[in-house]
């Protein structure tokens, strides 16, 4: 069975400063895998996937994500975090026909 | 384009009641979704519709939940009668099926609570 997990709850990090949100996955077959944010009261919103080729791959809002197929792992980064980028964020893994979400990260960015 | 648009955005009512949901997704998407998501989870799949056929619905509870997409386009989501459990917020999401694994737009959901 496919999965995802993103171990941390929670990420503070000072505006200004790199940010990582960090996540793993297990799927049969070929990974293909997105980045999710969700605003309050807001569905969730398309970032960034990965399906194959390059593994730093570049989405929306100067976010990108690294793909690690050794420690099957689809960081997310942005090199600058922003107040604004505080919302939560969701890792998504897609096999056949199905998509798996995880638990959510919230991203709190301190002024 | 118009995004996903989803009614009513709130809805309160006591538990043995019945409520449904109206999702219209993004013209000319065939792929919708309807996801449960919990305070504090992740959204779950409850039903996933190609066109107007039945893809995926292994996480529904069919004892109380049905969902349909007549003629391929708008879909309900009915819940009879509601469970205290199903205070949550239902998603639903519309993917094009141009090229493979395109990403979900999300409708911004209706928020259920059960008294």
């Known amino acids: 069975a496919q999965s995802v997990a993103q171990p941390e709850d929670q990420v503070n990090v000072a505006e200004g400063n790199p940010l990582t949100v960090k996540c793993t996955y297990s799927v049969s077959g070929n990974p293909y895998l997105f980045w999710y944010v969700q605003y309050p009261n807001r569905g969730l919103q398309f970032l960034l996937k990965y399906i194959t080729g390059d593994n730093l791959v570049k989405g929306s809002y100067g976010f990108e994500a690294e793909f690690n197929k050794s420690q099957t792992s689809f960081h997310l980064k942005k090199p600058s975090a922003l107040v604004s980028d505080s919302a939560l964020y969701f890792c998504?893994?897609?096999?056949?026909?199905?998509?798996?979400f995880g638990t959510g990260t919230k991203l709190q960015v301190i002024p | 384009e118009a995004g996903v648009a989803q009614s009513p955005r709130y809805k309160i009512i006591e538990k043995r009641q019945s409520v449904a949901f109206w999702c219209n997704p993004i013209s000319g998407h065939a792929t919708l979704y309807w996801y449960q998501q919990i305070l504090g989870q992740g959204p779950k799949l409850l039903i996933q519709?190609?066109?107007?056929?039945?893809?995926?619905d292994s996480q529904l509870p069919k004892d109380r939940f049905s969902a349909e997409r007549l003629k391929g386009v708008d879909s309900t989501l009915k819940i009879q009668p509601a469970k205290l459990e199903d205070s949550a917020v239902y998603l639903c999401?519309?993917?094009?099926?141009?090229?493979?694994?395109?990403?979900?737009?999300f409708g911004d959901g209706t928020r259920l609570s059960i008294l």
């Open positions: 519709f190609q066109n107007n056929g039945v893809v995926d």
């Open positions: 999401a519309s993917s094009s099926d141009r090229g493979i694994n395109q990403p979900q737009h």
């Open positions: 998504a893994v897609k096999g056949y026909q199905k998509v798996t």
